[in-house]
């Protein structure tokens, strides 16, 4: 099993900036991938980016390119999330995500932080 806590959610006004932190706790050393994801009401969760444990290999979706850039400490098993320039529609629960392959589902979550860019 692997344990995850999201932090560092909060509101903040757009073109402002945030960083999340996930710790990882547990099975860590069976991880592949470490994703983060996010919610806005009424919508399907999207994923925001991604990142392979150990060669650092990242994904981004398009929306958040050039904005957000995604990193990891192995020796801390921490991942995070900078995130630059927010906009409103930013504004959603975020996750972070593991999974112990390169492609498929993600079998961990953590329990959300909520961020909220004001107009």
């Known amino acids: 099993q692997v344990q995850l806590v999201e932090s560092g959610g909060g509101l903040v006004q757009a073109g402002g900036s945030l960083r999340l932190s996930c710790a990882a706790s547990g099975r860590t050393f069976s991880v592949n991938t470490m994703g983060w994801f996010r919610q806005a009401p009424g919508k399907e969760r999207e994923v925001v980016a991604r990142i392979t444990w150990s060669g650092g290999d990242t994904y981004y979706v398009d929306s958040v390119k050039g904005r957000f850039t995604i990193s990891r400490d192995n020796a801390k098993n921490m991942v995070y999330l900078q995130m630059d320039s927010l906009k409103p529609e930013d504004t959603a629960v975020y996750y972070c995500?593991?999974?112990?392959?390169?492609?498929?589902?993600?079998?961990?979550w953590g329990q959300g932080t909520q961020v909220t860019v004001s107009s």
């Open positions: 995500a593991a999974r112990r392959t390169t492609y498929g589902r993600y079998e961990y």
